[in-house]
Nanobody, 125 residues
Framework: VQLQASGGGLVQAGDSLRLTCAAA????????VGWFRQAPGKEREFVSA????????LYADSVKGRFTISRDSAKNTVSLQMNSLKPEDTAVYYC???????????????????WGSGTLVTVSS
């Protein structure tokens, strides 16, 4: 499936942004769809994900309480509402889809096999 992330931009600390991942293709009941980010010089890190079957929502500790992941099943989209943005949230954000959920590996990029092209989020202080 092809994934397209959008919604990035330049904002100030404390502002909000909403990212959207559109999937061109089927998302199956066992799939997990997530967001990762990669800052310059750093490894790609898990941000948030949701399981398609039972809508379990997962968050990295660094974004809990500030970011909310949601989906629109009819449109095959997954959104990431980001509030109270901080300069350390600056990164390229990628959406990704994996074939299943595992509590021990959902936060690893290797658990996802379809990736979007990324959208840049820049938060100025």
């Amino acid at each position: 499936v092809q994934l397209q992330a959008s919604g990035g931009g330049l904002v100030q600390a404390g502002d909000s942004l909403r990212l959207t991942c559109a999937a061109a293709g089927d998302i199956f009941a066992n799939d997990i769809v997530g967001w990762f980010r990669q800052a310059p010089g750093k490894e790609r890190e898990f941000v948030s994900a949701l399981t398609w079957r039972n809508y379990r929502r997962l968050y990295a500790d660094s974004v809990k309480g500030r970011f909310t992941i949601s989906r629109d099943s009819a449109k095959n989209t997954v959104s990431l509402q980001m509030n109270s943005l901080k300069p350390e949230d600056t990164a390229v954000y990628y959406c990704a889809k994996g074939p299943s959920y595992s509590s021990s590996s959902y936060y690893y990029p290797r658990s996802y096999n379809d990736w979007g092209s990324g959208t840049l989020v820049t938060v100025s202080s």
